[in-house]
């Protein structure tokens, strides 16, 4: 009779075990296992002040981390499996530290992101007119045109990153 208990008690718990499934993946992403296509619109810049490369940066290193980093598609259709689409809504130099003389110190670059994120498959859980928002800061006794390429290079892998989590890590 303990034979058969125990047969089931296993065979029970394999069942129970063999049900469960847990998705990894090296980049902590979560990708609803039917999900094959991404479609990353073209980030447009809309902030008063801007970087005409700006958009196109944004968009190119977003597509690019998730295709290094999902098993997911570049497509162009209007009916992929997931879908990034959005603008550049701030891009602002402010004073960031003060001297004792009242000058400048340090000036920061803050640049604002509104990004949509619509999921088409699973729980279809997305999101709507999401801010993110990134900034890095200079000597401000350099210009603006001088920093630039170095602030860009560290802004927007990070935007970059916040919005990847967002949308697969459930940050």
């Known amino acids: ?8 008690a296993c065979l029970g718990l394999w069942t129970v075990l063999g049900a469960c499934s847990i998705k990894y993946s ?6 609803h296992p039917d999900a094959k296509t991404v479609l990353v619109r073209f980030i ?5 002040q801007n970087n005409p490369q700006l ?15 999902t098993r997911l598609t570049q497509t162009n259709e ?12 701030g891009y602002s130099v402010s004073n960031a530290a003060v001297t004792d003389i009242d000058k400048p110190a340090t000036a920061r670059l803050t640049i604002t992101l509104n990004i949509t994120f619509i999921n088409r498959v699973g729980d279809k ?6 801010s993110f928002s990134r900034s890095a800061d200079f000597n401000a006794s350099q210009s ?6 170095r602030l860009l290079a560290e802004i927007v892998p990070n935007l970059v990153d916040d919005v990847f989590n967002r949308a697969f890590a459930n940050w």
Request: with cysteine.
């Open 1 to 8: 009779m303990s034979k058969y208990c125990y047969l089931i």
């Open 26 to 31: 090296a980049a902590g992403a979560s990708i």
């Open 44 to 48: 447009e810049n809309r902030a008063p």
């Open 55 to 69: 958009s196109q940066q944004i968009t190119e290193k977003l597509r690019q981390k998730i295709l290094a980093q």
């Open 78 to 89: 209007q009916n992929a499996d997931y879908e990034f689409k959005g603008t550049v809504t």
């Open 125 to 130: 859980k997305g999101f709507a007119n999401q």
């Open 144 to 149: 603006l045109n001088s920093a630039e390429s």
